[in-house]
C-alpha cells in the first residue's frame, strides 16, 4: 500500500524559515515531488527529488533520503505570499503521483 | 513551460443532471491524462488514468459509470459527471503527462462543480 504523511497545519514568522515533513511509504519509488496549492487553485510545481539528497532552488529547497522515505521542504526569507498548502506527493511506477493530505501553512507578520 | 487548460472554472447544476469537464494540453502531445478530486481542506485524490486511445483506468472506490472518462485525442480528455448529486460537489483538477517523465506533469486550474 501507499501512505504519505505530514503535518496538517504549520505557522511562521515573515522572514524566518520554516521546514515542513514528508515521510512516505510506496510500493515502487518514482521520485518525491513538492506543490503549492492556494485555495482555490491548481497545484504548482516546486520541487522534485528522485536521488538522495538537497536539491535547492532559489528561497525554496527540497531533500530526499530513500532509505528512510522521508523528505522536506524548506523556504527560506518567508514572505506573506508563501502563505497556501504545500503538497507532498509520490511518483509511482505506475506513473501515478499520490499525494499527502497537504501542510497548510500561515505565515504572520 | 507546458499549458493544461481545463473548462469550465465553475459550474452550478441541478441535481440528476450531467456536467462535462474538459482538459486539453495545448501545447504537447499528452498520451496520459489524471483526474483528481479534491474536498475542501483535503488532498488530491486521483480518481483515474485516463490513456488515449483506450478505457481509463479507474481507481478503487470510483464509479466509473457515474465519473465518464474518454480521451479520444492526444490533447483532449473529458470527465462526464453523471446523474449529479450534492455528495458529488467538489473540485476537480485533470493533469497531463508530458511524455513518459513524471515530472513532466501539468496540472489544469480546476473546475469546482456545485450541485444544487
Known amino acids: 500500500g501507499q501512505n504519505i504523511d505530514q503535518p496538517t497545519e504549520m505557522t511562521a514568522t515573515e522572514g524566518a524559515i520554516v521546514q515542513i515533513n514528508c515521510t512516505y511509504q510506496?510500493?515502487?519509488?518514482?521520485?518525491l515531488f513538492w506543490y503549492q496549492q492556494h485555495a482555490g487553485e491548481a497545484p504548482t510545481f516546486l520541487s522534485y527529488?528522485?536521488?538522495?539528497g538537497l536539491e535547492e532552488k532559489g528561497r525554496f529547497s527540497s531533500f530526499l533520503s530513500r532509505s528512510k522515505g522521508y523528505s522536506y521542504l524548506l523556504l527560506k526569507e518567508l514572505q506573506m505570499k508563501d502563505s497556501a498548502s504545500y503538497l507532498c506527493?509520490?511518483?509511482?511506477?505506475?506513473?501515478?503521483?499520490?499525494f499527502g493530505q497537504g501542510t497548510e501553512l500561515s505565515v504572520k507578520p | 513551460g507546458a499549458v493544461v487548460s481545463q473548462h469550465p472554472s465553475r459550474v452550478i447544476c441541478k441535481s440528476g443532471t450531467s456536467v462535462k469537464i474538459e482538459c486539453r494540453s495545448l501545447?504537447?502531445?499528452?498520451?496520459?491524462m489524471f483526474w483528481y478530486r479534491q474536498f475542501p481542506k483535503q488532498s488530491l485524490m486521483l480518481m483515474a488514468t485516463?490513456?488515449?486511445?483506450?478505457?481509463?483506468?479507474?481507481e478503487q472506490g470510483v464509479e466509473k459509470d457515474k465519473f465518464l472518462i474518454n480521451h479520444a485525442s492526444l490533447t483532449l480528455s473529458t470527465l462526464t459527471v453523471t446523474s449529479a448529486h450534492p455528495e458529488d460537489s467538489s473540485f476537480y483538477i485533470c493533469?497531463?503527462?508530458?511524455?513518459?517523465?513524471?515530472?513532466?506533469?501539468?496540472f489544469g486550474s480546476g473546475t469546482q462543480l456545485s450541485v444544487l
Open positions: 501545447d504537447f502531445q499528452a498520451t496520459t
Open positions: 510506496t510500493s515502487g519509488f518514482n521520485g
Open positions: 485516463s490513456n488515449e486511445g483506450s478505457k481509463a483506468t479507474y
Open positions: 493533469s497531463a503527462r508530458e511524455g513518459q517523465v513524471s515530472e513532466k506533469l501539468f
Open positions: 506527493a509520490v511518483g509511482n511506477q505506475g506513473g501515478k503521483l499520490i
Open positions: 527529488n528522485v536521488l538522495d
